[in-house]
Protein backbone atom coordinates (compact mmCIF):
# COMPACT_ATOMS: atom_id res chain seq x y z
CA UNK A 1 0.00 0.00 0.00
CA UNK A 2 1.10 3.65 -0.71
CA UNK A 3 0.81 6.08 2.04
CA UNK A 4 -0.87 9.31 0.96
CA UNK A 5 -3.17 11.76 2.79
CA UNK A 6 -5.67 14.55 1.93
CA UNK A 7 -3.73 18.03 1.58
CA UNK A 8 -5.26 21.17 0.44
CA UNK A 9 -3.29 23.01 -1.61
CA UNK A 10 -1.41 25.37 0.44
CA UNK A 11 1.01 24.55 3.41
CA UNK A 12 -1.30 24.50 6.85
CA UNK A 13 -0.45 22.62 9.90
CA UNK A 14 -1.80 18.98 8.04
CA UNK A 15 0.93 19.36 5.70
CA UNK A 16 3.40 19.45 8.57
CA UNK A 17 1.98 16.22 10.50
CA UNK A 18 1.64 14.18 7.11
CA UNK A 19 5.53 14.96 7.08
CA UNK A 20 6.62 14.41 10.00
CA UNK A 21 4.43 10.72 9.98
CA UNK A 22 6.94 9.99 7.37
CA UNK A 23 3.79 10.68 4.23
CA UNK A 24 5.55 11.61 0.79
CA UNK A 25 3.12 10.66 -1.40
CA UNK A 26 -0.32 13.16 -1.72
CA UNK A 27 -3.67 13.23 -2.02
CA UNK A 28 -4.15 16.72 -3.06
CA UNK A 29 -7.26 19.38 -3.57
CA UNK A 30 -6.96 21.40 -6.28
CA UNK A 31 -7.56 25.11 -5.22
CA UNK A 32 -10.95 26.48 -5.39
CA UNK A 33 -10.09 30.22 -6.82
CA UNK A 34 -10.52 32.27 -9.27
CA UNK A 35 -6.45 32.92 -9.45
CA UNK A 36 -6.44 29.09 -10.41
CA UNK A 37 -7.48 27.95 -13.90
CA UNK A 38 -8.11 23.89 -14.00
CA UNK A 39 -7.52 23.95 -17.51
CA UNK A 40 -3.96 25.64 -17.33
CA UNK A 41 -0.84 23.34 -17.39
CA UNK A 42 1.49 26.34 -15.56
CA UNK A 43 -1.20 27.02 -12.78
CA UNK A 44 -1.05 23.12 -12.03
CA UNK A 45 2.50 23.05 -11.90
CA UNK A 46 2.75 25.76 -9.23
CA UNK A 47 0.60 23.49 -6.79
CA UNK A 48 2.78 20.46 -7.60
CA UNK A 49 5.88 22.13 -7.29
CA UNK A 50 4.68 23.81 -3.68
CA UNK A 51 4.45 20.01 -3.28
CA UNK A 52 7.31 18.63 -4.24
CA UNK A 53 9.09 21.66 -2.31
CA UNK A 54 7.89 20.11 0.99
CA UNK A 55 9.01 16.68 0.32
CA UNK A 56 5.37 15.48 -1.00
CA UNK A 57 4.92 13.92 -4.65
CA UNK A 58 1.30 14.40 -5.53
CA UNK A 59 -0.09 11.31 -7.21
CA UNK A 60 -3.98 11.96 -6.51
CA UNK A 61 -6.63 14.55 -7.30
CA UNK A 62 -9.60 14.73 -4.76
CA UNK A 63 -12.33 15.81 -6.06
CA UNK A 64 -13.17 16.19 -9.04
CA UNK A 65 -13.32 20.17 -8.98
CA UNK A 66 -16.11 21.18 -7.59
CA UNK A 67 -16.99 24.18 -9.97
CA UNK A 68 -16.74 21.62 -12.99
CA UNK A 69 -18.39 18.46 -11.50
CA UNK A 70 -21.87 19.91 -9.95
CA UNK A 71 -22.46 20.84 -13.35
CA UNK A 72 -21.44 17.53 -14.82
CA UNK A 73 -24.23 15.59 -11.89
CA UNK A 74 -27.12 17.60 -12.33
CA UNK A 75 -26.45 17.65 -16.29
CA UNK A 76 -26.94 21.72 -16.86
CA UNK A 77 -26.69 23.44 -19.65
CA UNK A 78 -22.88 23.81 -18.19
CA UNK A 79 -22.43 20.11 -18.33
CA UNK A 80 -20.59 20.17 -21.55
CA UNK A 81 -18.24 23.09 -20.79
CA UNK A 82 -17.82 21.70 -17.73
CA UNK A 83 -16.59 18.17 -19.24
CA UNK A 84 -14.24 19.90 -21.99
CA UNK A 85 -12.25 21.42 -18.90
CA UNK A 86 -12.02 18.13 -16.98
CA UNK A 87 -10.80 16.91 -19.76
CA UNK A 88 -7.91 19.24 -20.44
CA UNK A 89 -6.90 18.82 -16.80
CA UNK A 90 -6.72 14.96 -17.34
CA UNK A 91 -4.17 16.20 -19.74
CA UNK A 92 -2.30 17.96 -17.53
CA UNK A 93 -2.87 15.65 -14.81
CA UNK A 94 -1.07 13.25 -17.20
CA UNK A 95 2.27 15.79 -17.81
CA UNK A 96 2.59 16.11 -14.07
CA UNK A 97 2.41 12.51 -13.01
CA UNK A 98 -1.29 12.61 -11.03
CA UNK A 99 -2.34 9.19 -11.84
CA UNK A 100 -6.09 9.30 -10.28
CA UNK A 101 -9.07 11.32 -9.52
CA UNK A 102 -11.38 10.33 -6.95
CA UNK A 103 -14.72 11.72 -7.86
CA UNK A 104 -18.24 10.69 -6.91
CA UNK A 105 -21.59 11.14 -8.51
CA UNK A 106 -23.58 12.65 -5.51
CA UNK A 107 -25.33 15.10 -6.88
CA UNK A 108 -26.87 18.96 -5.47
CA UNK A 109 -26.14 17.19 -1.82
CA UNK A 110 -22.51 15.65 -1.59
CA UNK A 111 -21.02 14.32 1.19
CA UNK A 112 -23.75 15.16 4.25
CA UNK A 113 -23.72 15.57 8.09
CA UNK A 114 -26.08 16.40 10.25
CA UNK A 115 -24.15 17.23 13.00
CA UNK A 116 -20.24 17.60 13.57
CA UNK A 117 -19.80 18.09 17.34
CA UNK A 118 -21.07 14.68 18.18
CA UNK A 119 -18.67 13.71 21.48
CA UNK A 120 -16.47 10.45 20.86
CA UNK A 121 -14.22 8.82 23.19
CA UNK A 122 -12.50 11.21 25.31
CA UNK A 123 -14.76 13.94 24.65
CA UNK A 124 -13.09 14.31 21.11
CA UNK A 125 -15.86 15.99 18.34
CA UNK A 126 -16.83 13.75 15.64
CA UNK A 127 -19.39 14.43 12.75
CA UNK A 128 -22.55 12.16 12.46
CA UNK A 129 -25.48 12.08 10.02
CA UNK A 130 -29.15 10.88 11.33
CA UNK A 131 -31.94 11.04 8.30
CA UNK A 132 -34.87 12.41 11.06
CA UNK A 133 -32.78 15.53 10.96
CA UNK A 134 -31.92 16.04 7.93
CA UNK A 135 -33.41 19.18 6.36
CA UNK A 136 -34.27 19.30 2.70
CA UNK A 137 -34.93 22.06 0.24
CA UNK A 138 -36.71 21.94 -2.89
CA UNK A 139 -34.37 20.53 -5.50
CA UNK A 140 -35.02 17.64 -7.48
CA UNK A 141 -33.28 14.63 -9.67
CA UNK A 142 -34.89 11.44 -10.10
CA UNK A 143 -32.73 8.49 -10.36
CA UNK A 144 -32.97 7.45 -13.93
CA UNK A 145 -31.78 11.16 -14.80
CA UNK A 146 -28.56 10.77 -12.80
CA UNK A 147 -27.68 7.51 -14.36
CA UNK A 148 -28.21 9.60 -17.40
CA UNK A 149 -26.32 11.94 -16.45
CA UNK A 150 -23.81 9.56 -15.00
CA UNK A 151 -23.03 7.63 -18.21
CA UNK A 152 -23.11 11.08 -20.20
CA UNK A 153 -20.00 11.97 -18.50
CA UNK A 154 -18.10 8.64 -18.49
CA UNK A 155 -18.97 8.36 -21.63
CA UNK A 156 -17.61 11.04 -22.99
CA UNK A 157 -14.28 11.53 -20.49
CA UNK A 158 -13.36 7.22 -20.31
CA UNK A 159 -11.40 7.74 -23.77
CA UNK A 160 -9.24 10.71 -22.70
CA UNK A 161 -8.84 9.05 -19.12
CA UNK A 162 -7.01 5.94 -21.36
CA UNK A 163 -5.49 8.21 -23.55
CA UNK A 164 -3.78 10.40 -20.93
CA UNK A 165 -3.46 7.28 -18.90
CA UNK A 166 -5.63 9.31 -15.76
CA UNK A 167 -7.54 6.62 -13.72
CA UNK A 168 -10.90 7.58 -13.03
CA UNK A 169 -12.01 6.62 -8.83
CA UNK A 170 -15.55 6.37 -7.66
CA UNK A 171 -16.28 7.19 -4.70
CA UNK A 172 -19.71 5.78 -2.80
CA UNK A 173 -22.52 7.75 -1.80
CA UNK A 174 -21.85 9.19 1.33
CA UNK A 175 -24.57 8.88 3.10
CA UNK A 176 -25.43 5.50 0.92
CA UNK A 177 -29.20 6.49 0.99
CA UNK A 178 -31.70 5.96 -1.96
CA UNK A 179 -32.15 9.85 -1.82
CA UNK A 180 -32.09 12.96 0.35
CA UNK A 181 -34.74 15.25 -0.10
CA UNK A 182 -36.29 14.72 -3.83
CA UNK A 183 -32.47 13.94 -4.98
CA UNK A 184 -32.08 10.68 -5.59
CA UNK A 185 -28.34 9.13 -4.87
CA UNK A 186 -27.09 5.92 -7.66
CA UNK A 187 -24.03 4.95 -5.57
CA UNK A 188 -25.74 3.27 -2.49
CA UNK A 189 -25.12 -0.82 -3.16
CA UNK A 190 -22.36 -2.50 -4.41
CA UNK A 191 -24.50 -3.67 -7.36
CA UNK A 192 -25.06 0.19 -8.29
CA UNK A 193 -21.49 0.32 -8.25
CA UNK A 194 -20.22 -2.50 -10.54
CA UNK A 195 -23.14 -0.84 -12.91
CA UNK A 196 -21.28 2.35 -12.84
CA UNK A 197 -17.88 1.04 -13.17
CA UNK A 198 -18.35 -2.41 -15.22
CA UNK A 199 -20.87 -1.33 -18.03
CA UNK A 200 -18.03 -0.06 -20.00
CA UNK A 201 -15.73 -2.13 -19.23
CA UNK A 202 -11.80 0.19 -18.84
CA UNK A 203 -8.82 -0.31 -16.61
CA UNK A 204 -9.18 3.13 -16.31
CA UNK A 205 -12.63 3.09 -14.78
CA UNK A 206 -12.89 1.95 -11.02
CA UNK A 207 -13.18 2.53 -7.44
CA UNK A 208 -12.66 4.40 -4.41
CA UNK A 209 -13.29 1.96 -1.91
CA UNK A 210 -14.47 3.82 1.20
CA UNK A 211 -14.76 0.83 3.37
CA UNK A 212 -17.21 2.20 5.81
CA UNK A 213 -19.85 3.16 3.05
CA UNK A 214 -20.07 -0.04 1.88
CA UNK A 215 -20.38 -0.83 5.45
CA UNK A 216 -23.16 1.30 6.00
CA UNK A 217 -24.84 0.13 2.66
CA UNK A 218 -25.18 -2.92 4.37
CA UNK A 219 -22.47 -4.94 2.70
CA UNK A 220 -20.14 -7.47 3.07
CA UNK A 221 -17.03 -5.85 3.11
CA UNK A 222 -15.18 -8.95 2.43
CA UNK A 223 -17.12 -9.72 -0.59
CA UNK A 224 -16.79 -6.17 -1.99
CA UNK A 225 -13.29 -6.17 -1.94
CA UNK A 226 -13.19 -9.68 -3.78
CA UNK A 227 -15.65 -8.29 -6.37
CA UNK A 228 -13.98 -5.26 -6.88
CA UNK A 229 -10.52 -6.09 -6.56
CA UNK A 230 -9.73 -5.99 -10.32
CA UNK A 231 -10.80 -2.06 -9.99
CA UNK A 232 -9.75 -1.05 -6.64
CA UNK A 233 -7.67 2.08 -7.69
CA UNK A 234 -7.31 4.16 -4.00
CA UNK A 235 -8.60 3.09 -0.26
CA UNK A 236 -10.61 5.56 1.99
CA UNK A 237 -9.60 3.80 5.36
CA UNK A 238 -12.71 4.74 7.74
CA UNK A 239 -14.37 3.83 10.54
CA UNK A 240 -18.03 4.29 12.28
CA UNK A 241 -20.88 3.80 14.33
CA UNK A 242 -24.52 3.17 14.02
CA UNK A 243 -26.61 1.89 10.50
CA UNK A 244 -26.74 4.27 7.15
CA UNK A 245 -29.63 6.73 8.39
CA UNK A 246 -27.92 7.55 11.87
CA UNK A 247 -24.30 7.14 12.39
CA UNK A 248 -20.98 9.07 13.58
CA UNK A 249 -17.60 8.77 12.44
CA UNK A 250 -14.82 7.41 15.49
CA UNK A 251 -11.69 7.00 15.53
CA UNK A 252 -10.28 4.89 13.69
CA UNK A 253 -9.41 2.13 16.37
CA UNK A 254 -12.99 2.50 17.92
CA UNK A 255 -15.77 1.84 15.51
CA UNK A 256 -17.49 -1.51 14.20
CA UNK A 257 -15.46 -2.26 11.54
CA UNK A 258 -12.47 -4.28 12.24
CA UNK A 259 -9.47 -1.97 10.67
CA UNK A 260 -6.44 -4.84 10.62
CA UNK A 261 -8.34 -7.43 9.27
CA UNK A 262 -9.67 -5.42 6.51
CA UNK A 263 -6.70 -4.25 5.35
CA UNK A 264 -5.31 -7.68 5.96
CA UNK A 265 -8.04 -8.82 3.05
CA UNK A 266 -6.89 -6.25 0.65
CA UNK A 267 -3.43 -7.90 1.39
CA UNK A 268 -4.62 -11.58 0.93
CA UNK A 269 -6.34 -9.72 -2.66
CA UNK A 270 -2.92 -8.31 -3.70
CA UNK A 271 -4.30 -5.14 -3.95
CA UNK A 272 -2.03 -2.44 -3.74
CA UNK A 273 -2.78 0.95 -4.19
CA UNK A 274 -2.49 4.25 -2.59
CA UNK A 275 -4.65 4.78 0.82
CA UNK A 276 -5.46 7.36 3.12
CA UNK A 277 -6.85 7.85 6.96
CA UNK A 278 -10.46 9.60 6.09
CA UNK A 279 -13.02 11.61 8.40
CA UNK A 280 -11.13 11.97 11.76
CA UNK A 281 -11.99 13.53 15.02
CA UNK A 282 -11.87 16.96 15.97
CA UNK A 283 -9.72 16.77 19.69
CA UNK A 284 -9.05 18.75 22.87
CA UNK A 285 -7.97 22.45 21.73
CA UNK A 286 -8.73 22.37 18.46
CA UNK A 287 -11.35 24.82 16.82
CA UNK A 288 -13.27 22.06 14.37
CA UNK A 289 -12.87 24.26 11.66
CA UNK A 290 -12.44 21.41 9.25
CA UNK A 291 -14.98 19.31 11.10
CA UNK A 292 -13.94 16.01 10.00
CA UNK A 293 -10.67 16.74 8.41
CA UNK A 294 -8.59 18.56 11.46
CA UNK A 295 -4.72 17.80 12.15
CA UNK A 296 -4.48 16.06 15.50
CA UNK A 297 -7.47 13.31 14.24
CA UNK A 298 -4.99 12.89 11.27
CA UNK A 299 -2.11 12.48 13.16
CA UNK A 300 -3.48 9.92 15.28
CA UNK A 301 -4.78 7.77 12.79
CA UNK A 302 -1.80 8.24 10.25
CA UNK A 303 0.33 6.78 13.11
CA UNK A 304 -2.91 3.90 13.42
CA UNK A 305 -2.73 3.26 9.70
CA UNK A 306 0.92 3.06 9.18
CA UNK A 307 1.53 0.82 12.51
CA UNK A 308 -1.14 -1.99 10.72
CA UNK A 309 0.78 -1.56 6.83
CA UNK A 310 3.98 -1.96 8.85
CA UNK A 311 2.24 -5.26 10.81
CA UNK A 312 1.20 -6.82 7.40
CA UNK A 313 4.51 -5.81 5.68
CA UNK A 314 2.27 -3.96 3.08
CA UNK A 315 3.92 -0.49 3.71
CA UNK A 316 5.25 0.37 0.19
CA UNK A 317 8.16 2.83 0.21
CA UNK A 318 8.08 4.94 -3.51
MN1 LIG B 1 -14.46 8.51 1.78
Redesign the pocket.
Known amino acids: MILTDYLRATPDLTWDIARQCGVTQGTIRLPEDDRFDVTSLSDLRTVIDRFQSAGIKPIIVEPLPNELHDHIKIGDEKRDWAIERFIALMKNMHEVGLETV?FNFMAHYG?TRTKTDIPERGDALVTGFKLADFKADDFALTEEALWDNYFYFINAVLPYAEKYQVKLAL??D?PPLPKLGNTARIFTSLNAIEKGIRTIPSEYLGV?F????YWLMGESIPEAVERLKDRIFFI?F?NVRGEKTDFSETFHDNGMLPMAEIMKLYKDHGINVPVRV??VPTMQGEKGLNAGYDALGRLYAIGYLKGILEALDINERR
Open positions: CWHPDTCQACHRDH
